[in-house]
């Protein structure tokens, strides 16, 4: 069953004050999705981890992860630990060290959400 209705302006001003949505709303698991990638990325440390690791050519262990960044190991871990429940890096084990790897096709999903957005703001002349 569609939710899409149109929305008549019942102001009682010169000039009608209310914009017609003609979209279907966003799934909440999938807001919910987007919204945790999203703000995984919202801090600036975590978008250097993701900017470093996006450029390395396979796994990078921790410990190189640290030495790029002006923080402590717990805060270290703290922000690849969000990053990793967010979906946005894989992790893996070897013996005491975790080594870390981008996953494209999560950012991938965080960026098809943006063009979405982007091209219905085109097309509606925004």
């Not at 799934?27 to 703000?39: Q, Y």
């Not at 070897?94 to 943006?114: H, M, N, V």
Request: some cysteine; proline content about 5%; overall charge neutral.
């Amino acid at each position: 069953m569609s939710k899409t209705r149109q929305i008549v302006c019942t102001c009682t001003t010169e000039t009608a004050c209310c914009v017609a949505l003609r979209t279907e709303p966003i799934d909440e698991s999938v807001s919910a999705d987007l919204s945790a990638g999203f703000k995984a990325l919202g801090d600036p440390h975590r978008v250097a981890v993701v900017h470093l690791l996006s450029a390395a050519p396979g796994p990078v262990c921790v410990v190189d992860i640290e030495r790029h960044l002006p923080l402590s190991q717990s805060t270290v871990s703290y922000h690849l630990k969000t990053l990793v429940d967010a979906g946005l890096l894989d992790r893996e084990r070897r013996g005491r060290w975790s080594y870390y790897t981008i996953r494209p096709d999560r950012l991938a999903e965080l960026s098809e959400a943006l063009d979405r957005y982007r091209s219905v703001l085109a097309a509606t002349g925004s």
